[in-house]
Every structure is written in C-alpha cells, then in structure tokens.
C-alpha cells in the first residue's frame, strides 16, 4: 500500500493505529510470507521481463526510438519496470517487519517518491500519448504543421516526467526535515508526514485528476473521429499511415481503459482512508480491502507491454524476430535440425551397414 494511506497524519494517532493493527495481524497471521509473494511476486515475474522486452525493442529500432509515440510508450514501460524491480521487493519486506524500516534513508525517500507517484504518473503518460496521437491525426489532414507536432508532442510526453519531479520529488523534499523531526517515527518507519490539510488535496491531484483526463483524452479521440471520420478518411496520405495510426490509437485506448478499470478501486480507498482520517466518514476501509486495491492497481504493469503489441510496428519487428528464430531452427532444406528417435535409429542402422 503506498505510504500515504493510514501514515498520511501528523499527530499521533497513526502511531497508536500501527500498533493496534499490527498485534491484532499478528495474532491472526502468523505466516504472512506466502501471502505477499501471491501478491507480488506474479506481477513482478510477468512485469518485469514484458517491460524490459519493450524497451529494448524500442531502443534496438532507430525507426521506433526517434518516434515520439514510442517514446512514450518507453517512458511507461521504464517507469514500471523501475517499479517492479525496486519498489515492490522493498514493499515485501516492509510488510514481513510490519512497517518497520530497515534500508536507510536515501532508499526511504525513493521508496516513498515511487508508492507515492505511480498511479498518477503513469496515468499522466498514457494521457500525454492520447493527446499526441490526437496531434498526429491532425498533422495528417494538414490542421497542424509538421512542426508544431513534432514540439507539441515532445512537450506533452516529457510534461508526466516534470509532474513527478516538480509534484513528488520536490513535495517529499519539502516534508523530509519535518519527517527527521520525529525522530521516534522516522527512524523506526519510512512514512510520509502531511498535515490533514494537505491530505485532500493530495488524492485529488493524485488520483482524481489524473484518473478523469484517462476518461477525458480517449472520449475526445472517439468524439473528434467521429465527427469528422468522412474528411478524415479522404485527406489521410495513405492506407498504411492510416492503418498504423488507427491501430496505435486503439492500443492508447484500451490501455487507457484498462489503467482506469484497475486503479480506480485505490483511488476510491484512498479517498475513504482521508474522509475517515479527517472524521468525516464512518466507512473506515479495512487493511485487507487496502491491500486488494493496491494489489489490483499493480496489475497494469504486467499487462500493457503485452496490449502496445496492437502497434503495427512493434508487430512487425516481433514477426521479424520470429521468422529469424524459425530460420536459425530449421535446416537449409527447410527441415528442422531436431530429429526425432525414429529417425536417428534409421541413420544409425544406415551408418552400421
């Protein structure tokens, strides 16, 4: 769970919260081990090799990396295989110690920058390629100059990568002289000090917002195609182009709805904590309902690599490594080099004779 849930208060109460959770758990979970490897670990092993297939594809075409669509896809995948990687092993271990923090405070203050910024940073990115896809389709009706699309697009895909280090980074910096203050708290847990005014605030931005303009950016798309689908389809260059903007287009939007579906229960638990936090709700979420949304908001990272695969392009060069496998398999006579037992046994009794 990211570490602005139940940790999100500025008094005491969290403290007495913790320990009163953590022996009721105890008591009733003696081998919480299993558990969180049933959580984790099938993201982390699906996640963490698709993402790194991605980027590598992207980085090893020329024709793919100098393409501002695909890098934008390279910035999700790396932001989620940066994730998987550092931040859901470390989520392992805190959960096995009960919050109790053990890696220093340099890796407190990634870790917390990480749980803190990842539904709303990647929700960013995949808004940032609905809108440059959006300005591709209209450079190709000759709307928007070459030009003007090609900064337009740059500008929106590094935008998600400015947010998180203006919004996070610099907001965890701001908070971590008045979370080394309470010495008793930081040195024993890696949590995020706010006060409750800026609890609100905080899930709005973070959640809220970023959740509403996935909603937003696809439902422009679907209206402006559909308004304009007749000229569109009569000023685009040709049926190719068009075939491969179309395609990355529906890749952006089932990836977008497909973010909102699995991220929108944390951004409603969140909500429940704060209201609850703040006295303004008798609905309190339980710890295990927490942790089943922040479990199903991470199963995005193992599914979009596998959704860009929609692009004609990435298609194309996973055929190309296909029929290079097949080629470097099968004999000069298109045969494969494995033989069978049967086979074998008949050279083998042609060798003896």
């Known amino acids: 769970m990211s570490?602005?849930?139940?940790?999100?208060?500025?008094?005491?109460?969290?403290?007495?919260y913790r320990t009163n959770n953590t022996q009721t758990t105890n008591n009733g979970n003696d081998n919480i081990l299993p558990e969180l490897l049933a959580r984790f670990l099938p993201t982390i092993l699906f996640a963490v090799p698709a993402n790194l297939t991605i980027i590598i594809i992207i980085l090893c075409n020329k024709n793919l990396r100098t393409q501002t669509f695909f890098l934008g896809i390279l910035s999700i995948s790396a932001f989620d295989l940066i994730y998987c990687v550092f931040a859901l092993p470390i989520n392992i271990d805190h959960y096995v110690t009960?919050?109790?923090?053990?890696?220093?405070?340099?890796?407190?203050?990634?870790?917390?920058?990480?749980?803190?910024?990842?539904?709303?940073?990647t929700a960013l990115m995949i808004t940032a390629l609905s809108a440059e896809r959006l300005l591709t389709k209209l450079r190709s009706v000759a709307v928007v100059s070459d030009r003007m699309t090609k900064i337009l697009s740059?500008?929106?895909?590094?935008?998600?990568?400015?947010?998180f280090l203006l919004f996070t980074v610099l907001c965890v910096l701001i908070k971590h002289d008045e979370m080394t203050r309470k010495s008793d708290l930081h040195e024993t847990y890696c949590i995020f000090m706010a006060e409750q005014t800026f609890h609100m605030p905080y899930v709005v931005v973070a959640f809220h917002i970023p959740l509403c303009l996935l909603v937003l950016g696809p439902l422009v798309m679907i209206v402006m195609y559909k308004c304009k689908k007749s000229d569109w389809d009569r000023l685009s260059?040709?049926?190719q182009d068009n075939e491969s903007l179309f395609m990355s287009?529906?890749?952006v939007w089932i990836v977008s709805f497909v973010?909102?579906?699995f991220c929108t229960p944390m951004a409603v638990c969140m909500t429940e904590i704060i209201l609850c936090i703040r006295n303004r709700s008798t609905r309190c979420p339980s710890i295990e309902y927490s942790n089943n949304a922040y479990t199903v908001s991470l199963l995005p990272c193992a599914i979009?690599?596998?959704?860009?695969?929609?692009?004609?392009?990435?298609?194309?060069?996973?055929?190309?490594?296909?029929?290079?496998?097949?080629?470097?398999?099968?004999?000069?006579?298109?045969?494969?080099?494995?033989?069978?037992?049967?086979s074998l046994r008949h050279r083998m009794t042609a060798d003896d004779i």
Do not use: Q
């Not at 890796?107 to 539904?119: A, D, E, M």
């Open 304 to 342: 979009m690599p596998f959704l860009w695969i929609i692009t004609l392009e990435i298609r194309a060069i996973l055929a190309t490594l296909n029929d290079r496998a097949r080629k470097l398999c099968a004999s000069p006579d298109d045969t494969r080099t494995t033989m069978s037992f049967s």
């Open 249 to 251: 287009m529906l890749s």
């Open 237 to 239: 260059a040709g049926a």
């Open 3 to 16: 570490s602005t849930g139940y940790n999100t208060t500025d008094n005491f109460t969290w403290l007495d």
């Open 98 to 121: 009960w919050g109790r923090w053990r890696h220093g405070n340099v890796i407190c203050f990634i870790y917390t920058v990480l749980n803190n910024s990842k539904i709303y940073t």
């Open 259 to 261: 973010y909102i579906g």
């Open 154 to 163: 740059k500008i929106m895909v590094a935008m998600p990568w400015c947010f």
